[in-house]
């Protein structure tokens, strides 16, 4: 992970297992986005890459930051759900990425709160 002005207007950027964030963000936004870049990290690498668009893995990846950053007690107000509207994400594909992204965010729950019965998905 590292901090760069160079990725502006972006708040972060994930290349390869690299994770780049944009300095000078409050502590609950940089969480919320490097969420959303681990998302990207854990879902969109690989032959999945190649079997979404834009629109879908930016609503993926946006959809895991809200429930990993709700399931921590913030409050992400609307901003997620401005995300997936800009980029062109909607219920549909939500609805069709639904057990990808509870499966991603139980992982980076997982990881972040290990033996935290809130992130598993078996209850």
Known sequence: MAYSDAIRPARGLSSGGK???LPGMSAAEEFSVLAHE???ELLHRG???AATNHAIR???AEAVAFVVSTAI???TDTSSADYIQLHAGDKTTLAESLADIQQTAVE???AILPGDPAA???Q
């Open 120 to 122: 598993d998905s078996s």
């Open 47 to 49: 032959d999945r890459r």
């Open 73 to 75: 007690g913030l409050d």
């Open 19 to 21: 994770i780049v964030l």
């Open 108 to 110: 980076i729950l997982r």
């Open 58 to 60: 930016e609503t993926e």
């Open 38 to 40: 681990t998302a990207h």
